[in-house]
């Protein structure tokens, strides 16, 4: 058995189907506008980290820095450096910070 579509539903099918497509379209423009995704980026996150620095009165940090420096027939030199420290930033008249390398 055969289904016919009259010409007014096949019109209602279109119409339908072209407005699915636009809604899409605009929902994809406005995710592309407001850059939903760039929230969640390690850029932003570190960056906003970092301004909370200024915040922060006291601090522990250990940083670890390694270099490799090579040249064409030449000996390849490493390098690598450890930095610990404390901060202390409650009073912003004398700041203290001890640490070593």
């Known amino acids: 058995m055969f289904f016919k579509i009259s010409l007014f539903k096949r019109g209602l099918l ?3 189907a072209v407005g699915g497509v636009v809604v899409i379209l605009i929902v994809i423009g406005i995710l592309l506008i407001i850059q939903i995704w760039n929230s969640l980026s390690p850029k932003k996150i ?3 980290a970092a301004l909370r620095f200024e915040e922060l009165k006291t601090f522990h940090f250990d940083v670890f820095f390694e270099k490799e420096v090579s040249q064409p027939q030449q000996k390849t030199i490493k390098h ?3 930095v ?3 901060l202390d930033n409650t009073s912003k008249e004398e700041p203290k910070w001890q640490g070593e390398t």
């Open 80 to 82: 690598s450096m450890v």
């Open 84 to 86: 610990s420290g404390d």
């Open 46 to 48: 570190l960056g906003e």
């Open 14 to 16: 279109l119409k339908i």
